[in-house]
Structure formats: C-alpha cells, structure tokens
C-alpha cells in the first residue's frame, strides 16, 4: 500500500540546489496503527484530516522540509468536564537526511522517498495540549454538588480551614475588620 505521505525526491536531490513545494491532505494514520487513548484525555483521531503545506528544499546534506500542518484534535476541558474540538496549526522545520547521517533530529531519507508521516505524527503530538480548557472563563464544576458553573449557580460553600482563622482578624489600612473577626 503506497502512503499519501510518500514522496519521490530524486529530481530534488539530483538537482542541488532545488526545491518544489507541495499541498496535502490526507489521513492522520492512513495505516490504522495508531491507537487512541482514553475519552478524559486530549488526542487525535486515526481518520482526522491532515492538511500539509510545505516546501522541500535539496542541499548537499540532505533535504529541509518548511511550511505548516493543520490537524483537529479533540478533548475534554480541565475545568468543567466538557468535551472540546480544537485544531492545531503547526510550524514545520525538519531535516531529511541519509541513513548514514540520521540523529534524533532528523527524519530519514529512504532511498528516493521520504515518508512524511513520523514528522506529522511527532508535530501533531507534540503539539497536543495536555490540559486544554473550553475558554478562558470557563468557571469549572462545583467541588460540592457537581454542576458546571458555566450553566447554573449554586449557593455551595465549602468549610472554612481552621488553619487559615486568624487571618480573618487581618486589617490594611483603610480597611475595616473582615466579617466575624473580633
């Protein structure tokens, strides 16, 4: 099965320097290798549409793929539960190189092909985010009964630590006592 994220390079590195540039979409994880996590954590489908937009470049050591990544991801917020569809949008800056002259920060050139999935997997992983929220104001669930404060009020108050009392007789000035501090 020949992969979207395929591409021929030959002319590119017969040709130094050259570049070409190129615009694709295709599945995140065409191969269904990809396993995904559990609901309560930020992940991306194997099915969700990727969009590349890149310039690959030739040099004498290898190959310089430039340009962007989009890609949906999906979540649950860390304040009130609910689930949330997002989208990234990634900067690319990767090297291709030899088998030869591969490290960890560089991809690898196979023969007249490089294969631009590891790239898009480890941008769009990387990229995720950990703790993702549904907005800035998002006003969370209540700690006591459970509802989300973004929907409805509660009149829930928690006890009051022991531990924090005395700050309660605590006055600045021009301030007058807190409330019950004697």
Request: net charge negative; proline share 8%.
């Amino acid at each position: 099965m020949s992969s979207a994220y395929r591409v021929p390079i030959a002319k590119l590195r017969r040709d130094l320097p050259a570049s070409t540039e190129l615009n694709l979409s295709a599945l995140f994880d065409e191969g269904k290798t990809f396993e995904p996590k559990g609901k309560a954590e930020t992940d991306i489908a194997w099915d969700a549409p990727i969009d590349l937009a890149i310039r690959i470049e030739s040099y004498s050591g290898g190959l310089r793929v430039k340009g962007s990544l989009r890609a949906p991801w999906r979540g649950t917020c860390r304040r009130c539960s609910s689930p949330i569809d997002g989208l990234s949008e990634i900067a690319l800056n990767e090297r291709f190189v030899d088998p030869e002259d591969l490290d960890e920060e560089s991809y690898l050139i196979d023969q007249d092909y490089i294969d631009l999935a590891p790239m898009v997997h480890d941008a769009v992983f990387l990229d995720l985010p950990l703790a993702p929220l549904c907005s800035a104001t998002c006003k969370g669930l209540c700690p006591y009964c459970g509802i989300d404060r973004n929907e409805a009020t509660c009149e829930c108050q928690g006890e009051a630590d022991p531990r924090w009392a005395t700050l309660n007789s605590l006055s600045f000035d021009n301030e007058e006592p807190a409330p019950g501090a004697e």
